[in-house]
């Protein structure tokens, strides 16, 4: 079996708590492991909506992290959340109101909107 360590990118001593943080994972050879875009629509698979609810279920289990955005794509995930540090994310809020984790729109800091990719059950 191959050995699977990797060097740590992570500053030794940087505090990464009180961040905002976007991370995008891609599954092994970019397979479409969690569903498939129909008609403009993602339709997830099983294993896209494990990975959906999972996502979702991660303020419960690791209450130092705040969710935002997120979205589910056929070979790859997108994830935008903060880990707490203090208060300085507040009860759970790390933008307004309007930037909802399943709206297929959110407002950016300018009022602007940016355009989330649609997904479907399945």
């Known amino acids: 079996m191959p050995d699977h360590r990797r060097r740590s990118v992570r500053l030794r001593r940087h505090d ?20 498939e875009v129909l008609a403009g629509q993602m339709v997830l698979s099983a294993l896209g909506a494990i990975a959906r609810d999972e996502w979702r279920r991660t303020e419960a289990v690791r ?10 794509m056929p070979d790859h995930v997108h994830l935008l959340f903060g880990i707490a540090g203090d208060d300085r994310l507040g009860d759970g809020e790390i933008a307004n109101d309007d930037c909802l984790r399943d709206d297929r729109t959110a407002r950016d800091d300018r009022g602007g909107t940016a355009r989330r990719a649609p997904y479907a059950s399945g």
């Open 16 to 35: 990464y708590a009180g961040g905002l943080y976007f991370i995008t994972i891609c599954t092994r050879r970019r397979q479409p492991l969690f569903g």
């Open 63 to 72: 209450p130092t992290v705040r969710l935002d955005a997120f979205v589910v």
